[in-house]
């Protein structure tokens, strides 16, 4: 039976049983707590592989985008499992995925918001009822299904020190000059615990490529600016190839204060988003095995990389 259970909404404590049943079926994954959130909710990282290629990838920066945890999870089971039988997985042996690359994997970047989405954060309690009043100052987003943020109210994907006061000023000018459910920036760069542990992840890792999930649209955002990337146009144009999805830029009013921006910038190396499935966020469960199956090849390939010619 698979410890992964991908038919029931994921929340906090199922991703923290999964990371903790998985590393106990499988001793050669590894976890670590980064961090804990600023309701007490761990943040967890799942590495396997032994190789010198490092990859991060991360999911559920935003609340409502919870199906992707699943996404980063089962990849993992799968992973692990094809090692230990001698397996493949998209047709490649997992033991050279393991033996050429270490994969780092943060399931659930923001652990608060998610619980608040899923509903395992229950009315009247403390987290619940700091939501609902800064949901009050913001009636035009749904509660709670409409909430991108953390606890506080903060973006996390909007907190990187990648044109940062840009994306203030854009999104004050839109009406999220304080907190909300979803587009605030916060007081500054790296002031949240998501984005400070995401940061100092990547800074020790210092990954060849970082993938951030997130939904919805089926495209993939690979630029920042006007930065030239080597190899990140031909990584992007396979997994545009194998995925399905269009490769696209990014809306202006969402182009800046990024994890993905801020890797790009500061690391001259690939970083993408991938936006998934189709519909208003939180996508329906019955998306999923399609999800999945779309970004399998983008998940495995990205830990190889592309073959040098």
């Given at each position: 039976?698979?410890i992964?259970?991908?038919?029931?909404?994921?929340?906090?404590?199922?991703?923290r049983?999964?990371?903790?049943?998985?590393?106990?079926?499988?001793?050669?994954?590894?976890?670590?707590?980064?961090?804990?959130?600023?309701?007490?909710?761990?943040?967890?990282?799942?590495?396997?592989?032994?190789?010198?290629?490092?990859?991060?990838?991360?999911?559920?920066?935003?609340?409502?985008?919870?199906?992707?945890?699943?996404?980063?999870?089962?990849?993992?089971?799968?992973?692990?499992?094809?090692?230990?039988?001698?397996?493949?997985?998209y047709?490649?042996?997992?033991?050279?995925?393991?033996?050429?690359?270490?994969?780092?994997?943060?399931?659930?970047?923001?652990?608060?918001?998610?619980?608040?989405?899923?509903?395992?954060?229950?009315?009247?309690?403390?987290?619940?009822?700091?939501?609902?009043?800064?949901?009050?100052n913001?009636?035009?987003?749904?509660?709670?299904?409409?909430?991108?943020?953390?606890?506080?109210?903060?973006?996390?994907?909007?907190?990187?020190?990648?044109?940062?006061?840009?994306?203030?000023?854009?999104?004050?000018?839109?009406?999220?000059?304080?907190?909300?459910?979803?587009?605030?920036?916060?007081?500054?760069?790296?002031s949240?615990?998501?984005?400070?542990?995401?940061?100092?992840?990547?800074?020790?890792?210092?990954?060849?490529?970082?993938?951030?999930y997130?939904?919805?649209?089926?495209?993939?955002?690979?630029?920042?600016?006007?930065?030239?990337?080597?190899?990140?146009r031909e990584?992007?144009?396979?997994?545009s190839?194998?995925?399905?999805?269009?490769?696209?830029?990014?809306?202006?009013?969402?182009?800046?204060?990024?994890?993905?921006?801020?890797?790009?910038?500061?690391?001259?190396?690939?970083?993408?988003t991938?936006?998934?499935?189709?519909?208003?966020?939180?996508?329906?469960?019955?998306?999923?095995?399609?999800?999945?199956?779309?970004?399998?090849?983008?998940?495995?390939?990205?830990?190889?990389?592309?073959?040098?010619?």
């Amino acid at each position: 039976m698979a410890i992964v259970q991908t038919d029931v909404p994921i929340t906090s404590g199922g991703c923290r049983e999964a990371v903790q049943a998985l590393t106990a079926r499988y001793p050669f994954l590894r976890s670590r707590v980064l961090t804990q959130s600023a309701f007490g909710n761990s943040i967890c990282a799942l590495s396997l592989g032994e190789g010198e290629r490092n990859v991060i990838y991360s999911a559920a920066f935003h609340a409502n985008e919870w199906i992707t945890t699943l996404v980063l999870l089962k990849f993992a089971e799968e992973l692990a499992q094809a090692y230990e039988t001698g397996g493949k997985l998209y047709g490649v042996p997992a033991k050279t995925i393991l033996k050429a690359s270490t994969t780092h994997l943060v399931p659930m970047v923001n652990p608060d918001g998610v619980d608040l989405v899923t509903g395992a954060t229950e009315p009247g309690t403390l987290p619940y009822v700091a939501a609902r009043q800064i949901a009050d100052n913001f009636p035009a987003i749904p509660f709670p299904n409409g909430w991108k943020a953390n606890m506080l109210g903060v973006d996390p994907n909007l907190q990187y020190p990648a044109r940062w006061l840009l994306a203030r000023e854009i999104k004050f000018r839109q009406g999220f000059d304080r907190p909300a459910p979803r587009d605030y920036v916060g007081r500054a760069p790296l002031s949240q615990r998501e984005s400070i542990a995401m940061a100092e992840l990547t800074e020790e890792v210092n990954p060849e490529l970082v993938l951030a999930y997130h939904t919805q649209g089926k495209v993939i955002y690979w630029q920042f600016q006007d930065y030239q990337v080597p190899g990140a146009r031909e990584l992007a144009e396979e997994f545009s190839r194998i995925s399905g999805y269009e490769l696209e830029d990014a809306p202006y009013e969402s182009s800046f204060a990024g994890y993905k921006d801020w890797f790009i910038q500061s690391f001259r190396r690939p970083g993408f988003t991938i936006e998934c499935g189709l519909g208003e966020s939180p996508l329906p469960l019955s998306q999923f095995e399609e999800i999945y199956q779309a970004n399998l090849g983008i998940l495995v390939t990205a830990a190889l990389g592309l073959p040098k010619k």
